[in-house]
């Protein structure tokens, strides 16, 4: 089982990039998040979807784009990277009170 | 947003000493969960607590729901070199876990 798998593990944008961080999930949990993880703030919800077609915000939404065109998928998009943005990342799922977490993406913006 | 507040920050300990950590929330939650971070990984379910009082465990991991509904504590006995990484507290409400801040574990062997 592959659970919830992310790509990439790293990458390193310049201000004002854009890009997709993947996130996929081969259990057929509806419910679908991204979370980011800073130094003493623990992870806080940036949006999550509780199935295909069905997306929302969470606590720090701004600058970031999802979609959930299948089951499986919930990619996140950084519109115009800013450094505030520098982070890991990290996709979950969710069945039952059981979150499955992704191994993360690290993100540096210069 | 809801906030959940762990404590101590981070802790450095000998190998065989016992651990405890705490999470105090501001809003009453249903469940209660526990993860673990390692290095470089996503968190780890450890233990869920469904109700106010409940004490369980998991092997040297004992965690309670705190009868508030408020806070809940962790303690882990017997401490090994592995059991480094950072503990994550999540109040659960509807379909949003609510993380603490964490507490990050050192063990010295």
């Known amino acids: 089982n592959a659970g919830v798998t992310q790509t990439p593990k790293f990458q390193v944008l310049k201000t004002g990039q854009s890009m997709t961080l993947q996130c996929a999930q081969d259990?057929?949990?509806?419910?679908m998040s991204w979370y980011r993880q800073d130094p003493g703030m623990g992870l806080r919800l940036i949006h999550y979807?509780?199935?295909?077609?069905?997306?929302d915000q969470g606590e720090v939404p701004n600058g970031y784009n999802v979609s959930r065109s299948t089951t499986e998928d919930f990619p996140l998009r950084l519109l115009s990277a800013a450094p505030s943005q520098t982070s890991v990342y990290f996709c979950?799922?969710?069945?039952?009170?059981?979150?499955?977490f992704g191994q993360g993406t690290r993100l540096t913006v210069v | 947003g809801q906030q959940l507040n762990q404590s101590p920050q981070s802790m450095f300990i000998q190998e065989g000493e016992d651990v405890s950590m705490n999470c105090t929330s501001s809003?009453?939650?249903?469940?209660w969960l526990w993860y673990k971070q390692d290095p470089g990984e996503g968190p780890v379910l450890l233990i869920a607590l469904y109700k106010a009082g409940e004490l369980t465990s998991n092997g040297r991991l004992t965690a309670q729901f705190g009868i508030t509904r408020k806070d809940s504590f962790l303690n882990i006995s017997a401490s090994i070199p592995s059991d480094v990484g950072i503990y994550f507290c999540?109040?659960?409400?509807?379909?949003?876990?609510?993380f603490g801040t964490g507490t990050s574990l050192t063990v010295i062997p």
């Open positions: 999540a109040g659960l409400t509807g379909n949003q876990f609510y």
């Open positions: 809003s009453i939650f249903n469940t």
């Open positions: 979950a799922s969710k069945k039952g009170v059981v979150a499955f």
């Open positions: 979807s509780v199935g295909a077609g069905i997306t």
């Open positions: 259990m057929n949990h509806e419910y």
